[in-house]
C-alpha cells in the first residue's frame, strides 16, 4: 500500500502540475496537451479518486517514510486538481466577461446560462451521449461521389418546431489528418439542436492522401449542399453559422472569410457559401510558421504542414500557406465571429488568437468577441465538464444573438 501510495499520488502530482505548467516545444506538446488535457477536465473525478485512495489508505494505516512521502505527495496533488476544478466552475467569469466586452454590443447569456450538459451528474459522467429528444440523420452524402468522407450528419429536434430554424455547421479537428464528425462537440451540437437549431456535423477528406485545399473545398461543398438541402429538415438556408475545433476551427474560419471564392470552389464556382456567423474553438488561424504566433511553441506545425497536408515548402510558396491562414484573410465584410481559446493550450498558443482578434477588430466592421479561459488546454469542449458546458453557453448566446439580428 505504502508504495501504490507513492507511486499514485507522484503520478498524479506530476499530470496535474503539467496541466498547470505546460511543457510547450514540438513533440513534448502533444505529451503535455494528452496529459493536461484530460487531466484539467477530469479534475474533478480525478480527485474524488485521490481523496478515496488516500482515505482507504490512512484507514488501512500507513507507516515509515515511504508512506508518509505518498500521503504528502498525494496531498499536493488534491490541492493543485482543486485548482484546476476551480478554474473549470469559474470559466463561467471569462466567458461573461468576453462576451461583456464583445464589439457590437454586449451578450446577455440569458436563457444559456443553464445548458444541459452542465447538470452535476452529466458532469461527473463526463463522457456525453445524444440527448433525448434528439434526432440524427447520420451518413448523407454531400457530394453525391460515394466517397466515405463525404458524409454528414444531421442534428434537430424530435418536437416539431417552427421553421425555417437556423443552422449549425460543425467542421471536426484532428491536425487535418484524424478525426471523425461522430467524436467531436457531442455537448455543443446537442445542445444547440435541442434549443431549436438544426445541426450539421461532416467529414471531410483527411491527409496525406487529401492536399490542399481538398479539406477546405470539401467543408465548402458541404455548405453548398446545406444551402440546398437543408430546408428538407427544417433549416434556414440563409442563416448558416459555422463552428470548428483547432484544425476544424481553422476550416470553419477560414470558410466565413471566404465566401464564394473560386479558389475553394472548382466545379462549383457559382454556388452560395456565405456563413452568417463563426465559431473558432481553438483554431489554428495562422499556418506560416510565424514565430510570434502560430511558431511559438517550435517548428511542429510547419513540418506538419509541409510533409502531410501542403506538400509543398513554406519557402516555396509562401502565399500558399499565407493563403490558407484565417489571420491573413480577414477583410472588412467579414461576418460576426466568437473565438475561445484556452490560456493553457500547448498546440495552439494562445497568441494566434490574439493577434487574430486584434487584427480583426482593426479590419472588419463586424461584431466579434473573445473569451480567454485561464488553465484551459487544446480540446476543452470535448468532454462534458463544467469549462465545456461554460463555452457552450457562451456558443448558444452569441450565435442566438447574432441570428435575432440578421
Known amino acids: 500500500m505504502n508504495l501504490a501510495l507513492v507511486v499514485v499520488g507522484t503520478c498524479i502530482l506530476i499530470a496535474s502540475g503539467i496541466a498547470t505548467r505546460p511543457l510547450r516545444w514540438n513533440w513534448l506538446s502533444s505529451i503535455t496537451f494528452t496529459v493536461g488535457w484530460l487531466t484539467s477536465e477530469l479534475a474533478l473525478q480525478i480527485l474524488i479518486a485521490d481523496v478515496i485512495l488516500l482515505g482507504v489508505a ?3 494505516g500507513v507507516s515509515g517514510v515511504l508512506g508518509w512521502l505518498g500521503v504528502a505527495a498525494n496531498v499536493l496533488a488534491c490541492g493543485l486538481l482543486l485548482v484546476h476544478v476551480v478554474s473549470g466552475l469559474r470559466s463561467w467569469r471569462a466567458v461573461e466577461a468576453g462576451l461583456a466586452a464583445a464589439r457590437g454590443g454586449a451578450i446577455d447569456l440569458g436563457t444559456t446560462r443553464r445548458p444541459i450538459y452542465g447538470t452535476w451528474w452529466r458532469v461527473l459522467r463526463a463522457v456525453p451521449l445524444r440527448l433525448p429528444g434528439v434526432q440524427v440523420t447520420k451518413d448523407l452524402d454531400y457530394v453525391g461521389d460515394g466517397h466515405r468522407r463525404h458524409r454528414l450528419d444531421v442534428y434537430a429536434a424530435e418536437a416539431p418546431r417552427a421553421a ?21 462537440a457531442i ?3 446537442n445542445e444547440m439542436a435541442s434549443r431549436g437549431w438544426v445541426c450539421v456535423a461532416i467529414n471531410y477528406r483527411l491527409s496525406p ?6 479539406h477546405v473545398v470539401d467543408c465548402k461543398r458541404a455548405i453548398a449542399w ?21 484544425a476544424g476551427g481553422h476550416l470553419a474560419t477560414l470558410c466565413a472569410l471566404t465566401a464564394n471564392d473560386p479558389a475553394f470552389q472548382p466545379g462549383f464556382h457559382d454556388a452560395d457559401t456565405s456563413l452568417v456567423a463563426a465559431v473558432s474553438i481553438y483554431g489554428v488561424l495562422e499556418m506560416t510558421g510565424d514565430p510570434t504566433s502560430s511558431g511559438r511553441h517550435g517548428d511542429l506545425l510547419l513540418r506538419l504542414l509541409e510533409r502531410e497536408v501542403m506538400k509543398q515548402k513554406l519557402d516555396e510558396n509562401h502565399s500558399l500557406f499565407e493563403a490558407a491562414s484565417p489571420l491573413h484573410r480577414i477583410h ?22 490574439r493577434q487574430f ?24 469542449d470535448i468532454l462534458a465538464s463544467p469549462r465545456c458546458a461554460a463555452t457552450t453557453a457562451a456558443i448558444a448566446a452569441f450565435l442566438e444573438t447574432t441570428v435575432a439580428g440578421l
Request: hydrophobic share 45%; glycine share 12%.
Open 58 to 60: 490512512l484507514g488501512v
Open 164 to 184: 425555417p430554424r437556423p443552422v449549425l455547421l460543425y467542421i471536426h479537428g484532428g491536425a487535418w489528418v484524424i478525426g471523425d464528425k461522430s467524436q467531436q
Open 187 to 189: 455537448p455543443m451540437l
Open 209 to 214: 492522401k487529401a492536399t490542399w485545399p481538398d
Open 226 to 246: 446545406m444551402k440546398e438541402h437543408i430546408s428538407d429538415f427544417g433549416g434556414d438556408p440563409g442563416a448558416i453559422a459555422v463552428a470548428g475545433g483547432s
Open 332 to 353: 472588412p465584410g467579414a461576418p460576426p465571429m466568437l473565438v475561445l481559446q484556452g490560456r493553457n493550450d500547448s498546440l495552439v498558443p494562445v497568441d494566434v488568437a
Open 357 to 380: 482578434v486584434h487584427r480583426f477588430n482593426d479590419i472588419a466592421t463586424a461584431p466579434l468577441a473573445y473569451v480567454e479561459l485561464p488553465l484551459a488546454q487544446h480540446a476543452f
